[in-house]
């Protein structure tokens, strides 16, 4: 029984800290040296697909490899600079890519920033569970009360 109670603590502080992370800041995942694009390709009532994908600012010196995750919250990458072979065929991303590499830290910011945007989704599918995941980044970002009176508003 400890056991699952220590689970749900942590699993609560899992969400906590995801949704202070994306709330923290509107543009704070802006600043990692990507740019974020969360989609829907299959839209389904509720919703049981997502992806995302983090492309480098600029190719070159801050980054190079295209992040991406999905509903199964494997973090993966491509090192083409395509989103499409990232989603497709993405290489899943161990610990530590090669810290001899100097995009490391913006990269390191890319993967920290899709794992918190996996625990939002998860959140946010548990908590509008009629709903499933989001398709837009400002529903995670937003403050679960504003997420509620938006709703009530669209008729959610």
Known sequence: MSELRTLATLSARSEQQAAAYLAMDRENIKNTGYEY???????????????VVAVPSKMGPKGRRV????????????????TKTCVEHGEPVESGLD??????????????SLRMI???????????????????????????????????????
């Open 67 to 82: 992040f991406c995750t999905d509903e199964t919250q494997f973090v993966r990458y491509s090192s083409d600079g395509n």
């Open 37 to 51: 694009t969360i989609s829907c390709p299959n839209k389904t009532e509720p919703q049981k697909t997502y992806e």
């Open 99 to 112: 810290a001899r590499d100097s995009n490391q830290s913006n990269e390191d910011s890319a993967i920290f």
């Open 118 to 156: 996996d625990i939002a989704q998860s959140s946010y599918a548990y908590r509008y569970s009629k709903d499933g995941f989001t398709c837009t980044l400002a529903d995670l970002q937003m403050p679960a009360k504003e997420q509620r009176l938006r709703r009530k508003l669209l008729g959610f």
